[in-house]
């Protein structure tokens, strides 16, 4: 990894993805379902990667060419991801039938890897996600 890429990743650590697993955790202890995802689409505009917000244009199937890429996979995801929202709007359960089961978060730690294979995975990017454990919430997003 380039410098650049590793303070990307430390930045959207910081401000995204760990303020949303310490949700998803204070939910779980709290007794509530959660329910995570980590967006790995790569955005069609060069040096862009999985960025913040990319997923808003397949939440909303909104795509754009130059930022998301409107092949057919974009579309698909886009729709199953529509499809598990509204899944968890009426339900409370993102689970649907293009994803298929969508795990609680649980103590497994269980998210949905939405892109171009979306998958469930116990506890992806572990060690980074360690990485941050003593690091108090003020610091983070």
């Not at 939440?59 to 060419?65: K, P, R, S, Y």
């Not at 929202?85 to 969508?102: E, R």
């Not at 269980?110 to 003593?134: F, I």
């Amino acid at each position: 990894m380039t410098p650049f890429e590793i303070f990307t990743a430390i930045q959207g650590d910081q401000h995204f993805r760990m303020p949303n697993i310490r949700l998803c955790e204070i939910q779980e202890r709290l007794g509530k379902a959660s329910f995570g995802y980590v967006f790995d689409w790569k955005s069609a505009a060069p040096n862009f990667g999985a960025c913040h917000a990319l997923d808003v244009g397949f939440i909303f199937g909104n795509l754009n060419e130059e930022f998301h890429g409107c092949t057919t996979e974009a579309w698909n995801l886009a729709g199953y991801m529509q499809d598990a929202w509204i899944a968890f709007a009426k339900t409370g359960d993102p689970s649907s039938p293009g994803l298929g089961n969508w795990p609680r978060y649980g103590r497994e730690r269980v998210m949905m890897v939405l892109g171009a294979k979306s998958r469930v995975e116990n506890a992806p990017y572990e060690k980074e996600r360690a990485a941050w454990d003593g690091v108090p919430n003020e610091v983070l997003g």
